[in-house]
């Protein structure tokens, strides 16, 4: 059975640092886009950092580019976001996902950390 389990969540104060944890277990993800997203209240869920699980390839939403810092451990099979200089609107439910590069229906998200970042 998958699991994936975020951590390390909390309130911080504006230009604060969080790191972020995503523990996955039940398979092995090589083969696997591995994603944060974001839901602000009152807000659509979006699109945070991305990281394919076997390396070579990151990404990042605009709003995050130069602050945050996706990577993982295989060892621990572990994903991290590293988030820096955090703003009032950086406040969300963050959440990972693991998503099968061959098969899009394979996917598989975690409850979600809240970060609330004050001004």
């Known amino acids: 059975q998958v699991q994936l389990v975020e951590s390390g969540g909390g309130l911080v104060q504006a230009g604060g640092s969080l790191t972020l944890s995503c523990a996955a277990s039940g398979r092995t993800f090589s083969n ?5 997203f974001r839901q602000a209240p009152g807000k659509e869920r979006e699109f945070v950092a991305a990281i394919r ?8 939403a605009d709003s ?3 602050r945050f810092t996706i990577s993982r451990d295989n060892a621990k099979n572990t994903l991290y976001l590293q988030m820096n200089s955090l703003k009032p609107e950086d406040t969300a439910v963050y959440y990972c996902e693991a998503r099968n590069l061959d098969v899009e229906t394979d996917d598989y998200w975690g409850q979600g950390t809240q970060v609330a970042v004050s001004s």
């Open 53 to 60: 699980w076997s390396g070579g390839y990151t990404n990042y």
């Open 32 to 36: 696997y886009l591995m994603r944060w």
């Open 64 to 66: 995050v580019k130069g």
